[in-house]
């Protein structure tokens, strides 16, 4: 068996060190502009959903107070209308027409991906807001606007 030197720890913080200490041009704001642009285009199959309703922003008539510890959204697209309830504790889902999609809740931080059951209906425990959601069906991909607080 031939003898194989490893580099210390000293000697690995010189390499790395050597390897980043170049005289590298920056590189061009047109080209960074490009880059964006073109990773902006990875969802041009994907459909923004459009807010029917808001409990936040819209005005419940005849009723006493509107304080309550849970807001609903409800958004429409691709043929399909999801209402969600978000709480403290928990993200609720359901998805019309029923059937099982795969459904991901993206926040800033983590993403969760999971299985409706056959009736449309997903749920998800202590998953922080701000969060959308990314429903997958036979038409494509429906993307929820970010809900906020």
């Not at 980043?20 to 990875?42: K, Q, V, Y």
């Not at 199959?45 to 304080?67: C, Q, Y």
């Not at 309550?68 to 409800?74: A, F, G, K, L």
């Amino acid at each position: 068996m031939d003898d194989v030197s490893v580099p210390d720890h000293a000697d690995i913080v010189i390499i790395l060190r050597e390897a980043f200490e170049t005289d590298l041009e920056p590189i061009p704001h047109e080209l960074s502009h490009f880059a964006i642009d073109a990773f902006a285009w990875r969802l041009i199959d994907d459909e923004l959903a459009t807010i029917t309703f808001d409990s936040d922003s819209s005005e419940l008539v005849g009723v006493r107070g509107t304080a309550s510890q849970r807001r609903s959204v409800t958004f429409q697209g691709r043929g399909l209308t999801v209402s969600v309830s978000l709480s403290d504790t928990s993200v609720v889902a359901s998805i019309e027409p029923p059937a099982s999609y795969v459904v991901r809740v993206q926040g800033y931080e983590a993403e969760v991906e999971l299985r409706s059951d056959d009736s449309g209906q997903v749920a998800v425990a202590d998953y922080p807001v701000p969060l959308r959601l990314v429903i997958e069906s036979g038409g494509g991909r429906l993307v929820s606007p970010w809900i906020i607080g």
